[in-house]
């Protein structure tokens, strides 16, 4: 499952396990594969009105699979400025294509150098062998 | 699955077995055009003409598509659906934090006597005395087990006496002129916590568990402060873990001028043993139906009283049961501060009495047998699987124990097709993937009310279907087998609901 190649390594991570993909001053975000693979088939995904502004840690939605219930928790802070309507109607796109068509929302950053604390691609690998081993 | 070996194997397992099945359409589906169940003779009263009377759209063009059935069609129709119930009165039902003891017929006896069965819940105080001195009573003994000094029946489910418990917090901390913002609710907890916490508008503070499955002190100082409305906590928590460190806990909330709210879900683990009162808790809700043999499930009325500690009895809900100087009931609704009511009339008053009788007829001593007999059968429970399967916490637990599908992960074998398979073994399956901080979470709470033979049979199923899962997982991957219908897709269903019949010639 820590098999790196299902980690992009332009992406950054966070220990909450979502992803973030930096463009200028947009931030893309969706959970990652190993998210994913752990909560099984998504049935629901709830997510925020475009214009709420998030805090870093802040819990942005909410995803059920059949397993469970989980947050979402924004990996940085910014203002909401679309959302993936596709996940309505398609909430298995997450499981499909966590990193392209499963992805969540685009926040407008709003503290610059944030990105600098999320994980990279190897730092979550590891995060996510030891989390195995326990 | 079409192999003999594996058809035999299927086969020979537990003691369930099939006897007649019906399969049952739904009664929209059944039943033909003019059919009745009752002659009704003819009519002296005039006919009635809505149309004389409404128009447009308000009136309906016809009354169709009502199913038309006689009397034998409906009978039937319920009992069988009856005979597909999965019952506490049929078998173990483990249900891992829902405590689904045996409900003893004397409650149901007792709920039936006239005097309360027959009793109208607008009848004056006065000719209410009887039922009035039942809740006052139960009153009297839910303090007595829980160290509360004051209680309200009123609730009408566990997730309504937590809403309660947290608007009563609310409303003492507005009263002091100090509104504050935060709840702590630990990452162990049952999601009703957090849904009471966030519909007060606090926000959700999150506390992380330990590695040894537990709070600690030193988690919870640095997240406190004057924003800190209260914490939620469940003892012993959704691992079956007691919280150790609860009174430190508790003052170190009680310092930073914060309440602690105390889920009652566990409480069977704790009666006559401990009591939350004496560990700090300022409120607390009682889940009548698991902890004192209320029916639970299956839709029926529960009951959630709650119970609070010195500082927030003026804030209960209201009305409020007295007795009064010459020894009569009376309802008071002299509570300015009350955050008014909350339910109807008494609460979900047959709940009451079934609580009342359960507590009554068990008295102090079989109470605290009761939890002792609980704790007992989930650690032994624990003990025979533990060399089966993967037990997260090591320690001795409450009355409930939890285990995990890791080191099955090459048989492809999840959690989900255990308890599937467990179906074919005759049980309802525990809770499966909660608590939702051990992954692939199996929880097991076999209650009081298990014999050791029957606790030995639950443990051999499950040692039996870990077997199979290494020995043929085809068979897991598959099941239920013995079931009226075989694996459902979950995953469709939780897609895409149908949520309400429609006949296939009637459109959209």
Same mark, same amino acid.
């Given at each position: 499952?820590?098999?790196?190649?299902?980690?992009?390594?332009?992406?950054?991570?966070?220990?909450?396990?979502?992803?973030?993909?930096?463009?200028?001053?947009?931030?893309?975000?969706?959970?990652?594969?190993?998210?994913?693979?752990?909560?099984?088939?998504?049935?629901?995904?709830?997510?925020?009105?475009?214009?709420?502004?998030?805090?870093?840690?802040?819990?942005?939605?909410?995803?059920?699979?059949?397993?469970?219930?989980?947050?979402?928790?924004?990996?940085?802070?910014?203002?909401?400025?679309?959302?993936?309507?596709?996940?309505?109607?398609?909430?298995?796109?997450?499981? *499909?294509?966590?990193?392209?068509?499963?992805?969540?929302?685009?926040? &407008?950053?709003?503290?610059?150098?944030?990105?600098?604390?999320?994980?990279?691609?190897?730092?979550?690998?590891?995060?996510?062998?030891?989390? *195995?081993?326990? | 699955?079409?192999?003999?070996?594996?058809?035999?194997?299927?086969?020979?397992?537990?003691?369930?077995?099939?006897?007649?099945?019906?399969?049952?359409?739904?009664?929209?589906?059944?039943?033909?055009?003019? &059919?009745?169940?009752?002659?009704?003779?003819?009519?002296?009263?005039?006919?009635?003409?809505?149309?004389?009377?409404?128009?447009?759209?308000?009136?309906?063009?016809?009354?169709?598509?009502?199913?038309?059935?006689?009397?034998?069609?409906?009978?039937?129709?319920?009992?069988?659906?009856?005979?597909?119930?999965?019952?506490?009165?049929?078998?173990?039902?483990?249900?891992?934090?829902?405590?689904?003891?045996?409900?003893?017929?004397?409650?149901?006896?007792?709920?039936?006597?006239?005097?309360?069965?027959?009793?109208?819940?607008?009848?004056?105080?006065?000719?209410?005395?009887?039922?009035?001195?039942?809740?006052?009573?139960?009153?009297?003994?839910?303090?007595?087990?829980?160290?509360?000094?004051?209680?309200?029946?009123?609730?009408?489910?566990?997730?309504?006496?937590?809403?309660?418990?947290?608007?009563?917090?609310?409303?003492?901390?507005?009263?002091?002129?100090?509104?504050?913002?935060?709840?702590?609710?630990?990452?162990?907890? #049952?999601?009703?916590?957090?849904?009471?916490?966030?519909?007060?508008?606090?926000?959700?503070?999150?506390?992380?568990?330990?590695?040894?499955?537990?709070?600690?002190?030193?988690?919870?100082?640095?997240?406190?402060?004057?924003?800190?409305?209260?914490?939620?906590?469940?003892?012993?928590?959704?691992?079956?873990?007691?919280?150790?460190?609860?009174?430190?806990?508790?003052?170190?909330? #009680?310092?930073?001028?914060?309440?602690?709210?105390?889920?009652?879900?566990?409480?069977?683990?704790?009666?006559?043993?401990? &009591?939350?009162?004496?560990?700090?808790?300022?409120?607390?809700?009682?889940?009548?139906?698991?902890?004192?043999?209320?029916?639970?499930?299956?839709?029926?009325?529960?009951?959630?009283?709650?119970?609070?500690?010195?500082?927030?009895?003026?804030?209960?809900?209201?009305?409020?049961?007295?007795?009064?100087?010459?020894?009569?009931?009376?309802?008071?609704?002299?509570?300015?501060?009350?955050?008014?009511?909350?339910?109807?009339?008494?609460?979900?008053?047959?709940?009451?009495?079934?609580?009342?009788?359960?507590?009554?007829?068990?008295?102090?001593?079989?109470?605290?047998?009761?939890?002792?007999?609980?704790?007992?059968?989930?650690?032994?429970?624990?003990?025979?699987?533990?060399?089966?399967?993967?037990?997260?916490?090591?320690?001795?637990?409450?009355?409930?124990?939890?285990?995990?599908?890791?080191?099955?992960?090459?048989?492809?074998?999840?959690?989900?097709?255990?308890?599937?398979?467990?179906?074919? #073994?005759?049980?309802?399956?525990?809770?499966?993937?909660?608590?939702?901080?051990?992954?692939?979470?199996?929880?097991?709470?076999?209650?009081?009310?298990?014999?050791?033979?029957?606790?030995?049979?639950?443990?051999?199923?499950?040692?039996?279907?870990?077997?199979?899962?290494? *020995?043929?997982?085809?068979?897991?991957?598959?099941?239920?087998?013995?079931?009226?219908?075989?694996?459902?897709?979950?995953?469709?269903?939780?897609?895409?609901?149908?949520?309400?019949?429609?006949?296939?010639?009637?459109?959209?």
């Amino acid at each position: 499952m820590s098999n790196s190649d299902n980690f992009p390594k332009e992406l950054y991570y966070s220990k909450e396990d979502e992803w973030v993909r930096l463009t200028n001053d947009r931030a893309t975000i969706g959970i990652t594969f190993y998210a994913q693979e752990q909560l099984g088939d998504i049935v629901f995904v709830e997510l925020p009105e475009p214009g709420t502004v998030l805090s870093a840690k802040e819990t942005f939605g909410v995803i059920e699979s059949v397993k469970a219930v989980s947050d979402l928790f924004s990996p940085i802070s910014g203002e909401v400025i679309e959302i993936n309507e596709a996940l309505t109607e398609r909430p298995e796109l997450v499981n *499909e294509n966590c990193y392209g068509d499963g992805w969540m929302l685009v926040l &407008r950053i709003s503290e610059e150098k944030q990105h600098e604390s999320l994980l990279t691609a190897a730092e979550y690998c590891t995060l996510i062998a030891e989390r *195995e081993q326990s | 699955m079409t192999s003999k070996t594996n058809r035999t194997r299927i086969d020979a397992v537990g003691n369930a077995t099939r006897g007649i099945g019906y399969e049952e359409p739904l009664l929209f589906e059944i039943g033909s055009p003019n &059919r009745k169940g009752t002659q009704l003779p003819i009519s002296t009263v005039p006919e009635y003409n809505a149309e004389d009377e409404f128009s447009g759209e308000s009136l309906r063009d016809e009354l169709s598509e009502l199913p038309e059935l006689s009397e034998v069609d409906v009978v039937r129709h319920f009992t069988r659906l009856s005979t597909w119930n999965a019952a506490v009165d049929l078998g173990l039902y483990p249900l891992g934090s829902c405590t689904m003891k045996y409900n003893p017929k004397i409650n149901e006896l007792v709920a039936r006597l006239s005097g309360f069965s027959r009793g109208h819940p607008m009848q004056p105080e006065q000719v209410s005395q009887g039922f009035l001195r039942l809740c006052w009573e139960l009153e009297t003994f839910l303090r007595e087990i829980s160290g509360m000094t004051g209680i309200s029946l009123q609730p009408s489910a566990g997730a309504q006496g937590e809403l309660a418990g947290i608007m009563m917090i609310r409303a003492y901390h507005e009263s002091r002129q100090d509104p504050r913002r935060e709840i702590l609710v630990p990452d162990s907890a #049952h999601g009703t916590n957090p849904a009471s916490a966030s519909l007060n508008g606090y926000k959700v503070i999150a506390v992380p568990s330990g590695e040894d499955g537990i709070l600690h002190p030193e988690t919870i100082k640095p997240l406190l402060n004057a924003e800190t409305a209260g914490l939620m906590i469940t003892n012993p928590n959704t691992l079956g873990l007691f919280e150790t460190n609860i009174q430190e806990i508790t003052s170190l909330v #009680h310092e930073a001028g914060g309440l602690v709210y105390g889920d009652g879900a566990n409480l069977n683990a704790l009666l006559g043993v401990s &009591r939350p009162g004496d560990c700090g808790i300022d409120v607390m809700h009682f889940n009548l139906h698991k902890t004192f043999s209320t029916p639970h499930g299956g839709g029926g009325p529960g009951a959630g009283p709650v119970g609070v500690a010195d500082m927030l009895i003026p804030f209960l809900p209201t009305p409020i049961i007295i007795k009064n100087t010459e020894g009569f009931f009376e309802l008071s609704h002299d509570a300015p501060l009350s955050i008014g009511r909350l339910h109807g009339f008494f609460g979900n008053a047959g709940m009451l009495i079934r609580a009342y009788a359960y507590i009554k007829s068990l008295g102090a001593n079989g109470l605290k047998h009761c939890t002792e007999m609980a704790v007992l059968n989930a650690n032994y429970l624990l003990k025979r699987l533990s060399s089966h399967y993967h037990v997260p916490y090591e320690s001795s637990v409450m009355h409930e124990c939890v285990l995990s599908d890791k080191g099955l992960e090459e048989t492809g074998v999840t959690t989900l097709d255990i308890a599937k398979r467990l179906i074919d #073994h005759g049980y309802h399956p525990p809770t499966i993937y909660f608590p939702l901080v051990v992954s692939g979470a199996i929880m097991i709470e076999p209650t009081e009310s298990e014999s050791l033979e029957g606790l030995d049979r639950f443990a051999d199923a499950l040692i039996a279907v870990r077997e199979e899962a290494i *020995e043929e997982p085809d068979i897991l991957l598959t099941a239920p087998h013995h079931t009226r219908h075989n694996r459902l897709d979950e995953t469709r269903a939780a897609r895409n609901p149908i949520l309400r019949f429609a006949k296939e010639d009637s459109g959209p």
